[in-house]
């Protein structure tokens, strides 16, 4: 049995003339362990197929299983790496943080909770910073709260939406390490959305490229067939990553070609010539 | 220490003072003497000038009423009247009632300090000396003889202080509780919208004849002062409803991605109301509460005039009817107080809100 299945789900917003189908027809497993990358377009609809799997949205036909069962709504054990942080900006790193774990471990003591706050910061280097207020961190800092607040809950799976799509590339570089070693100490299942193909590269066991919405379904799966732990700076020149990366590029260039020409229409200009009466040269008549 | 002065200065919303600590500690001598000159001088220049226009003014008012006044003598008793109306005149029997001068208005706002000391050392010694007398009657079990003689203009100003913070409080009490329960349920606030876009825009004098009809009715029994009462509940309806809509509308906007953070930790309803809504609804709440400030201070003055209540309301009014030499200096006096506390208030109201709201930036 899968961790994670997703059978014949479809999603669409609005109602009547104005109906969307975002996506349809998803069908997707997820194994225990397992770090799955999903890449697309902008605008395809992933960040709706995880608010699926979160349990913020429901599917108008099909069923999002977890463990079997299907999702009745958000949980601990699913957590949830939002793509603009969403840090309360009225609480420091501290009780933001704070307010997770005391969420998730109701009968903990006090000072219990607050070494576990602790050490979560810790473990993403920002203990300098843990009595400050959102607004007084840079991007990647605010990610890094945000990826620890979704970690300190302990949950099963950790589901990220474009995390790291805000934020500089060497920030970038440093925070996938950080998650990939995260992910790595306790094996837990990995969800990752991400525009970048090489970051999916980088990261995931699987890539599955969504194609683009309205209708978004999923494409045909590539696995990332890549030593772990997988080094950066030796990636560029290894040729299994360049046949992967080239393969994955190929297809998304392929199906957004696709699109585009779906989407255009020809129009039927009218042959007009414009009638010039007089010869006007820069606002004066000649 | 520069530092801490302007964070203060900041803080209670004099920032503009800032240049000239900077000049002060002698940092940036031309930069910081141009902001100077840019916060604090001109404004004390067109300061200076609005004192000018308005001397003029003034002097060019009461010459217009004084020469009415030897016009229409000379008309009725020839040149001696003329004569006899400017000995009346300068010794103030007749009076020239028109807009004060600054220099009168400064002098009336001495006496004015002038008579609260007299007031003050009066009251002192009645109590001096009824204090055997109370101590007998207390223990006799009767009332304490209190002063009743006429309050003085501090007095009356702070009357007025304490009826606006009363209304305020009730302000607060009624409508953030009543904005969070209508920006939380859609059903309540579309119900409610009706009866509030029409109670919104009735005028003080309205709101003030039905909270007397009401308070009159329910205080037939109570010998306190009602005139009180009636002035504060009226001063805190007036004023709520800029709190209540804006209490509503942050409540009912809260961003999203606040509430999707939520749901995903599990919060309870309660939690999410108290954690979540409220403080992001904060700052909206906080800028309904400094207007709803404003507006009880400036509606108190109308609200004060009709219900009696020994205020500056009632000291406006009772100078008006008064119409002794320097009955219009005072109102003019009352009128710079009004609105220097009233500037203050807003400030007071500014630096609350700065300390307890976030910004997103």
């Known amino acids: 049995m899968a961790y994670i299945e997703l059978k014949n789900v479809s999603k669409s917003y609005g109602t009547g003339k104005d109906r969307v189908e975002i996506l349809s027809n998803i069908n997707l497993k997820i194994e225990e362990g397992e770090f799955i990358a999903i890449v697309g377009f902008s605008g395809s609809g992933k960040t709706t197929l995880i608010k699926l799997i979160a349990g913020l949205e429901f599917p108008d036909e099909g069923e999002v299983l977890y463990k079997g069962e299907p999702v009745t709504g958000p949980s601990h054990e699913r957590g949830l790496i939002f793509q603009n942080y969403s840090l309360l900006p009225w609480l420091t790193v501290r009780n933001n943080v704070g307010m997770a774990v005391k969420e998730r471990f109701k009968s903990w003591a006090k000072d219990k909770l607050k070494k576990r706050v602790e050490d979560y910061v810790g473990m993403v280097g920002l203990s300098h910073a843990i009595n400050k207020l959102p607004k007084a961190l840079s991007g990647g800092m605010r990610q890094r709260v945000s990826v620890t607040r979704a970690l300190s809950m302990s949950p099963d799976v950790i589901l990220m939406d474009e995390p790291l799509s805000a934020l500089d590339a060497l920030t970038r570089g440093t925070l996938q390490d950080e998650i990939l070693s995260i992910w790595n100490k306790d094996k837990k299942t990995a969800l990752l959305i991400t525009n970048d193909v090489d970051e999916g590269i980088y990261m995931a066991d699987r890539i599955i490229p969504l194609r683009p919405g309205p209708n978004a379904t999923l494409g045909p799966e590539f696995a990332v067939e890549l030593q772990r732990p997988r080094v950066k700076t030796e990636l560029n020149s290894n040729d299994t990553f360049k046949k992967l990366r080239n393969s994955i590029t190929n297809y998304l260039i392929q199906i957004g070609e696709e699109r585009s020409k779906g989407l255009s229409k020809e129009y039927n200009l009218p042959d007009i010539k414009p009638v010039l009466r007089t010869k006007v040269f820069q606002g004066t008549r000649v | ?361």
Not at chain 2, 24 to 38: I, M, S
Not at chain 2, 111 to 140: C, G, M, P, W, Y
Not at chain 2, 301 to 317: D, H, K, M, R, Y
Request: aromatic share 12%; proline share 3%.
């Open chain 2, 1 to 361: 220490m520069k530092d801490k002065i302007i964070n203060v200065l900041r803080f209670i919303g004099l920032g503009f003072f800032e240049p000239a600590v900077r000049l002060a500690a002698g940092e940036d001598p031309k930069k910081n003497l141009t902001a100077l000159f840019q916060k604090v001088f001109f404004p004390i220049i067109s300061i200076f000038l609005f004192f000018v226009l308005w001397n003029v003014g003034a002097t060019k008012l009461y010459n217009v009423e004084k020469d009415y006044k030897i016009d229409t003598a000379r008309e009725t008793r020839g040149e001696a009247g003329v004569k006899e109306e400017l000995a009346r005149i300068e010794s103030g029997e007749s009076t020239v009632n028109s807009l004060p001068a600054p220099s009168a208005v400064w002098d009336a706002f001495k006496n004015l300090l002038k008579d609260h000391k007299e007031i003050s050392a009066k009251k002192k010694a009645f109590t001096e000396r009824v204090a055997k007398t109370n101590e007998k009657r207390e223990a006799q079990g009767l009332d304490a003889i209190t002063y009743t003689g006429r309050p003085s203009f501090v007095d009356q100003v702070k009357t007025s202080l304490w009826t606006v913070f009363c209304g305020f409080l009730l302000a607060l009490v009624l409508a953030v509780p009543i904005g969070m329960l209508l920006g939380l349920s859609e059903t309540l606030r579309s119900s409610m919208n009706w009866l509030i876009q029409i109670f919104k825009p009735v005028s003080p004098v309205v709101w003030f004849l039905l909270v007397y009809m009401i308070v009159k009715t329910l205080t037939l029994t109570y010998d306190g002062d009602v005139s009180f009462i009636i002035s504060f509940i009226a001063v805190g309806l007036c004023a709520m409803w800029a709190t209540l809509v804006n209490t509503t509308l942050g409540v009912s906007t809260v961003d999203n991605d606040y509430i999707n953070v939520a749901k995903v930790l599990n919060l309870s309803v309660g939690q999410k109301v108290f954690k979540i809504v409220l403080p992001s609804a904060f700052p909206l709440i906080f800028t309904g509460l400094r207007i709803t400030v404003s507006v009880a201070w400036m509606v108190l003055i109308a609200i004060e005039l009709l219900s009696q209540s020994p205020g500056l309301g009632t000291f406006v009014w009772e100078e008006f009817q008064n119409g002794a030499n320097d009955s219009n200096a005072k109102i003019i006096a009352a009128m710079f107080v009004i609105g220097i506390i009233g500037f203050m208030l807003d400030r007071i109201m500014f630096s609350i809100q700065k300390l307890v709201t976030f910004t997103d930036q």
